[in-house]
């Protein structure tokens, strides 16, 4: 059922709370209910919800005060259920389409912190949607279907320290040595960074070529000579998840590694961004569903001046407010992820979803913490968590500004330079 658990607090139930009771109650469309969705898709989603509860969630915590969790773990368990890359229609893997995916990203929302299903996501929708789609079958039995199965831990290398959301200004480059490619350069903030087997690896190929069509994407091993983590970052958020900067000195790999054709990488990178940013999405959408649900229930719990917080007409309003954009943007991932199952291109929608998306992420987390008060500005409690997670998806994927460029263009509105 698409309806949550609610009132939580430090690990225990709240009580007493007059909300719990009516937020339980059929307002909300289950799961099966919803028109891109069926009777499979809850199967589903209640199946990835046990393994949630007794092999992730009761971890989480330790987790993040280490500022690591065990990749190779969770995703082996993950992956051993059949929920890493099990949409990846038509590549000897599933005949499931797209929808399962944006239903088990929505459930993954459910783990009790952002940094595990950003590292899931990186796993399902940034390192391998190319290599599904374009890459040679010899690259998918070495790379692929060991992460499907959850026996290899990836990572996505594009970002670089002066190129993040711009692309096109990376400079790790990889020229051709015989049978080999060579590449030197680095990246930056890259999730899975210290712990992932290979990298889904962005780098210039192409010297004369315009630079859409002068890079490449490359299936490069982690244990390879040459590769170092510089070192793993210190973060505002995503404590558990751990992020590195990442050096290529004269790394050599066959130039069978490249995936599809060689100079297309740039293009199947934006393609790929379609499936990052719609992941995103999906599990901050199961995110904000629980922070909202157990904000109501606290509020109707706690006592100030005699009545419950929840009394106040601004504060039921102002989660009303809350729930009517949650609501919104899940109509909006839902059409883009219904359209992309049936073959559209949908990088307007996903990139308008991403920017709602990251705003909402701000504003909701912003708001529900004030109705916390003191409670709310501790480690005790998950929104003050999420309040620190949730500030990278305006910045990760694709800033907003790039999202609002990419959606100028697409409407047309962007007036032509002059030469």
């Known amino acids: 059922m698409y309806l949550r658990r609610i009132g939580t607090h430090s690990g225990k139930a709240l009580r007493g709370c007059s ?27 209640e199946s990835l919800r046990k393994i949630i509860d007794t092999e992730i969630n009761p971890y ?17 368990k993950l992956g051993k259920a059949g929920f890493l890359g099990a949409h990846k229609r038509g590549y000897g893997i599933s005949d499931l389409d ?10 993954m929302g459910s783990i009790r912190c952002g940094g595990i299903p950003m590292a899931i996501g990186v796993q399902n929708d940034m390192a391998t949607p190319a290599l599904a789609r374009y890459g040679s079958e010899e690259l998918r039995k070495q790379f692929l279907y060991p992460s499907v199965n959850g026996d290899l831990v990836s990572c996505i290398g594009v970002s670089e320290s002066g190129a993040g959301s711009d692309v096109a200004s990376l400079k790790t480059n990889a020229r051709v040595d015989g049978g080999d490619l060579v590449i030197n350069g ?31 994407l490359i299936c490069l091993p982690m244990n390879t000579k040459g590769v170092k983590v510089n070192r793993v970052l ?50 901050a959408l199961g995110t904000f569903q629980i922070l909202l649900d157990e904000t109501a229930a606290y509020c109707g719990q706690r006592q100030v001046f005699g009545a419950p917080l929840l009394s106040n007409q601004s504060i039921q309003f102002r989660l009303a407010e809350l729930e009517t954009e949650v609501e919104a943007l899940r109509s909006l991932l839902y059409r883009a992820g219904g359209l992309y199952a049936n073959g559209r291109d949908v990088t307007l929608l996903a990139s308008m979803a991403k920017v709602k998306g990251g705003r909402l992420a701000r504003e909701l987390t912003d708001s529900l913490l004030q109705y916390w008060g003191g409670m709310g500005f501790t480690n005790e409690v998950q929104i003050s968590r999420f309040y620190r997670d949730f500030r990278l998806m305006s910045i990760g994927g694709g800033a907003d500004e790039v999202m609002l460029q990419i959606i100028s263009k697409l409407m047309g509105i962007v007036p032509k330079q002059r030469k």
């Not at 009516?22 to 989603?45: K, L, Q, T, W």
């Not at 590694?257 to 992941?279: A, L």
């Open 19 to 45: 909300y719990q009771s009516r937020a339980c109650s059929s307002y909300r469309v289950p799961v099966a209910e919803e028109h891109i969705f069926s009777e499979e898709h809850a199967a589903m989603r």
């Open 98 to 107: 797209y929808t399962y995916a944006i239903a088990v990203t929505e459930e």
């Open 186 to 216: 680095g990246k930056m903030w890259i999730t899975n960074g210290s712990q992932a087997d290979w990298m889904c690896l962005l780098a210039k190929t192409e010297r004369d070529k315009p630079v859409h069509r002068a890079m490449s």
């Open 60 to 76: 989480v915590d330790e987790w993040e005060k280490a500022g690591r969790f065990p990749a190779k773990e969770v995703f082996g």
């Open 234 to 283: 210190d973060k505002l958020g995503m404590r558990c998840s751990d992020t590195a900067e990442i050096f290529f000195d004269d790394v050599r790999v066959p130039a069978s590694n490249v995936i599809g054709v060689r100079g297309e990488g740039f293009t199947y990178q934006m393609q790929q961004f379609q499936e990052e940013r719609m992941s995103a999405v999906a599990s």
